[in-house]
């Protein structure tokens, strides 16, 4: 088999969903032990919302992931989003497509700067996506001192609130959003584009493929989901928040859950399924520190570990791996 085919075979990720399954457990009991209930609907409501809001940003940074790259800028893109939608909107029903359609044209914008910076200038994907962010983040201090705009009451109804038994719409839409990424990353030819320059950018190139091209538009797609995202929070809030993306660690969270999810951090191997695991692991494990109350600092010290274990064990998997390979 040619690299390019081999990078195209799908690759499966079992032991985040064992990881999943094992935590919900353990959560259950202990907050049952603690007399609560992890899976009343409150809580599964809440888990749900959150796990749509870094769900999003995280299938977009899967994409770039497994190209290769990297997104530092996504939190900063949420927190503009937010505003330009909300200040679009200003209370308006009728403005909510307009509104939308430029967010996500705003957004498009930044990862294709980006990508440029990425492809064309060579520039290091930490160095030129942490640039980006900080411009923006220079944007945002400067013109905002708090909450700006309104959030159209109808966008504030549907994706902000509504839901169907216990799932809120905005799940609906990460898994909307995941099940496309999947179907892309396996069924066509930029997915298989995509895993290929992530495994090995120079054999690609030879063997024909756009590696400028798809690494572009792998950015573009990222900035475009952390562009959905930032509507999903501005429905939530009512209104546009400077701050809302930096605030909920955002960049770092969702190549958190990339990495949890089985995507390597070198590309070329992973996919949106381990991420939107990973997602909810880490949404699971909130909701049980939640209703244990336990301290802030000592849920992030958990969600250190975890990440750590995480990448500890594919590391031995890999390493067994090369191994046995002649």
Not at 141 to 164: E, F, M, N
Not at 249 to 274: K, P
Request: include cysteine.
């Amino acid at each position: 088999m040619s690299a390019l085919s081999l990078a195209a075979v799908p690759r499966r990720v079992p032991g985040v969903f064992l990881a999943l399954a094992l935590t919900l457990a353990v959560g259950w009991l202990v907050v049952a032990v603690n007399g609560g209930q992890l899976f009343n609907q409150a809580t599964t409501v809440s888990l749900l919302h959150v796990a749509a809001g870094l769900g999003l940003v995280a299938v977009g940074q899967t994409l770039v992931v497994l190209g290769g790259s990297l997104d530092l800028s996504v939190a900063y893109v949420i927190s503009l989003s937010t505003l330009v939608a909300a200040e679009t909107m200003n209370g308006s029903d009728g403005a909510v497509l307009p509104a939308v359609g430029l967010t996500l044209a705003v957004c498009a914008g930044v990862g294709l700067l980006n990508g440029v910076l990425v492809t064309r200038l060579r520039v290091n994907a930490f160095i030129a996506t942490l640039g980006v962010g900080l411009l923006l983040k220079g944007y945002l201090d400067s013109g905002y001192d708090g909450p700006a705009g309104s959030t159209a009451p109808a966008l504030v109804q549907t994706l902000g609130y509504q839901r169907i038994g216990p799932v809120p719409l905005s799940f609906l839409l990460l898994v909307a959003v995941a099940g496309v990424a999947w179907f892309a990353l396996a069924r066509t030819r930029f997915g298989h584009h995509l895993v290929a320059v992530g495994g090995d950018p120079e054999v690609a190139r030879l063997s024909g493929v756009r590696t400028t091209r798809v690494l572009l538009t792998a950015h573009v797609l990222c900035s475009l989901c952390a562009g959905l995202a930032g509507i999903y929070l501005a429905s939530r809030l009512g209104s546009g928040a400077p701050r809302v993306g930096t605030e909920g660690l955002y960049d770092l969270e969702s190549i958190a859950a990339v990495v949890i999810g089985g995507t390597a951090l070198a590309g070329g191997r992973g996919g949106v399924l381990g991420t939107v695991a990973g997602v909810l692991l880490l949404a699971s494990i909130d909701a049980t520190f939640n209703q244990l109350e336990v301290d802030a600092f000592f849920k992030q010290v958990v969600r250190g570990v975890v990440i750590i274990a995480a990448v500890a064990v594919y590391a031995r998997r890999n390493l067994r791996k090369a191994a046995w390979r002649p």
